[in-house]
Antibody, heavy 120, light 108 residues
Framework: EVQLVESGGGLVQPGGSLRLSCAAS????????MNWVRQAPGKGLEWVSY????????YYADSVKGRFTISRDNAKNSLYLQMNSLRAEDTAVYYC?????????????WGQGTLVTVSS | EIVLTQSPGTLSLSPGERATLSCRAS???????LAWYKQKPGQAPRLLIF???SRATGIPDRFSGSGSGTDFTLTISRLEPGDFAVYYC?????????FGQGTKVEVK
């Protein structure tokens, strides 16, 4: 069974940093492209970042470029999101999301999400 | 960045009725790389359609996707109680994916 379990969310002050982790199981992690997608409270979905299976290719939304860094450790079946210079508008549930096999883009599995709150 | 505009914002229908949801892109979506998701309160989204018209695994044929270029449609032929939710479109034809703002399908 495919499982994606996020951790690392919490309350952080504006300008602070946080590192999110996603533990993957039930599939060959290195064979899949992965993403972070977020959802502000009561709002819609916003794609944040993408990473290829090897980790060599990365994309970012303009809203987080230069502040967030996506990475993965295929030996540990883990995905990460390092978030720096956090702003109030980064407050959201952050989902770890797996791309559909053989494609880049559509997400077929999502974690349960971890809440990040940026507030003083 | 490609902006996706979904309409209507809210659709009020009864079980058994047909739902037609629209997603319009600000520029042509490359290779019709357009997906649809359903999200219920407190849950993660679920993939319904990818590549504009291909149903994801386990999705009943009541759900169908159509369209190309800048205009896409999700049709639910006969609404069942579990279909009342928020639906999002997503384009993945560029290196910066975007979602629409969502259409809420509610019970009339």
């Amino acid at each position: 069974e495919v499982q994606l379990v996020e951790s690392g969310g919490g309350l952080v002050q504006p300008g602070g940093s946080l590192r999110l982790s996603c533990a993957a199981s039930g599939f060959t992690f290195s064979s899949y492209e992965m993403n972070w997608v977020r959802q502000a409270p009561g709002k819609g979905l916003e794609w944040v970042s993408y990473i290829s299976g090897s980790g060599r290719t990365k994309y970012y939304a303009d809203s987080v470029k230069g502040r967030f860094t996506i990475s993965r450790d295929n030996a540990k079946n883990s995905l990460y999101l390092q978030m720096n210079s956090l702003r109030a508008e980064d407050t959201a549930v952050y989902y770890c999301a797996r791309d559909l096999a053989g494609t880049t883009g559509p997400v077929d599995y999502w974690g349960q999400g971890t809440l990040v709150t940026v507030s003083s | 960045e490609i902006v996706l505009t979904q309409s209507p914002g809210t659709l009020s229908l009864s079980p058994g009725e047909r739902a037609t949801l629209s997603c319009r892109a600000s520029q042509s979506v490359s290779n019709n790389y357009l997906a649809w998701y359903k999200q219920k309160p407190g849950q993660a989204p679920r993939l319904l359609i990818f590549g504009a018209y291909s149903r994801a695994t386990g999705i009943p044929d009541r759900f169908s996707g159509s369209g190309s270029g800048t205009d896409f449609t999700l049709t639910i032929s006969r609404l069942e109680p579990g279909d009342f939710a928020v639906y999002y479109c997503q384009q993945y034809g560029s290196s910066a994916w975007t979602f629409g703002q969502g259409t809420k399908v509610e019970v009339k």
